[in-house]
């Protein structure tokens, strides 16, 4: 797959699967806005994270999430699919999920408009990323 300058990683079944039921509509939002793009849809748990390092390996020049905080983590596991990372492409959101506890932590836009100027100008917002490993009490 050849990438855009900006490749989208779609969860369709976020906001209670109002993202798949409405992409012709909001890629033509986005068309407006980023016309240098491509995608993909995620179709099951763990799929984002493989589509986020293919992504990278080949290259995009930012990685954009549709959707909500758990498809926002997977994307960024996929930065460490590979170890920790070197050069790597921001992560642009845009929050289709219920709660979109990420984003409002953030100060990210809501609004999928002011969301795309957000991405276009190329604003940054600094964010510290760790790994737990869990254990439970039988080791």
């Known amino acids: 797959m050849s990438y855009g300058r900006y490749h989208f990683i779609i969860n369709p079944r976020s906001s209670g699967g109002y993202t798949g039921r409405n992409w012709q509509t909001l890629e033509g939002v986005v068309r407006r806005y980023l016309k240098d793009f491509t995608y993909e849809f995620t179709d099951g748990p763990g799929v984002a994270t ?3 390092a293919g992504a990278i390996k080949n290259k995009a020049g930012m990685i954009v999430v549709v959707g909500g905080d758990g498809t926002v983590s997977e994307v960024v596991n996929g930065y460490f699919a590979d170890g920790l990372p070197r050069k790597k492409p921001p992560i642009g959101i845009l929050n289709k999920g219920t709660g979109g506890d990420f984003c409002r932590t953030l100060g990210a836009a809501s ?3 002011l969301a795309l ?3 276009k100008s190329g604003r940054d917002i ?3 990323v760790g790994k ?3 254990m439970d009490h039988d080791g």
Request: glycine letters at 0%.
């Open 50 to 52: 493989r589509l986020a």
């Open 117 to 119: 100027q957000s991405i």
């Open 111 to 113: 609004d999928l408009h």
């Open 126 to 128: 600094p964010v510290d």
């Open 132 to 134: 737990l490993q869990l």
